[in-house]
């Protein structure tokens, strides 16, 4: 059974940084490209970032491209997602995916940028 456990959310401030990462067990990352999806309330999933199968090209949205750095640790089968200048638009539950629609993904982790 595939499962992603996404961690590292929270309650930030307008132009702070998280972290986020995702465990992902049940099958060998370096077969899969990883997604990062998001879905602000009432709002649709979103893509917003992808990262190769062994992490040598990475792709964004326009609307976090220059903030939102993609990376992966191949030893312990992760996939990061360094955020910066984080908005208040940012808001949204986070997941990671194993496709760019994000029909395969994790729980989710909740990130909330306010003042």
């Known amino acids: 059974e595939v499962q992603f456990m996404e961690s590292g959310g929270g309650l930030v401030q307008p132009g702070g940084s998280l972290t986020l990462a995702c465990q992902v067990t049940?099958?060998?990352?370096?077969?899969?490209?990883f997604y990062w999806v998001r879905q602000a309330p009432g709002k649709a999933l979103e893509y917003v970032s992808q990262?190769?199968?062994?992490?040598?090209?990475?792709g964004y949205a326009p609307f976090v491209k220059g903030r939102f750095t993609v990376s992966r640790d191949t030893a312990k089968n992760m996939v990061l997602l360094q955020m910066n200048s984080l908005q208040i638009e940012d808001t949204a539950v986070y997941y990671c995916?194993?496709?760019?629609?994000?029909?395969?993904r994790g729980q989710g982790t909740q990130v909330t940028v306010s003042s």
């Open positions: 995916a194993t496709d760019p629609a994000g029909e395969r």
């Open positions: 049940g099958l060998t990352p370096s077969d899969y490209w």
């Open positions: 990262i190769s199968r062994y992490g040598t090209n990475h």
